[in-house]
């Protein structure tokens, strides 16, 4: 995967730009956790601010993780 990631890093061409998103990139379908309630509640509220959905929705989530 090393190799794979320096490969497609050292491209300069749209595929293989799209190809290292695909790869490395968050996916789009990214749960909304505040929407889930979990048996019991949720022990860790403050957490939900920094999920993955959360910083999207506020334009902070790199291209890349």
């Given amino acids: 995967m090393i190799d794979t990631?320096?490969?497609?890093?050292q491209k300069r061409d749209p595929e293989a730009s799209e190809l290292y998103r695909r790869y490395f990139g968050y996916p789009s379908n990214l749960p909304d956790?505040?929407?889930?309630?979990?048996?019991g509640g949720n022990s860790?509220?403050?957490?939900?601010?920094?999920?993955a959905f959360a910083c999207?929705?506020?334009g902070?989530?790199?291209d890349m993780y």
């Fill in 5 to 9: 990631l320096t490969f497609l890093q």
């Fill in 44 to 51: 860790r509220p403050e957490g939900l601010e920094q999920s």
């Fill in 33 to 39: 956790l505040a929407a889930l309630k979990p048996p």
């Fill in 56 to 58: 999207r929705g506020r």
């Fill in 60 to 62: 902070e989530l790199p």
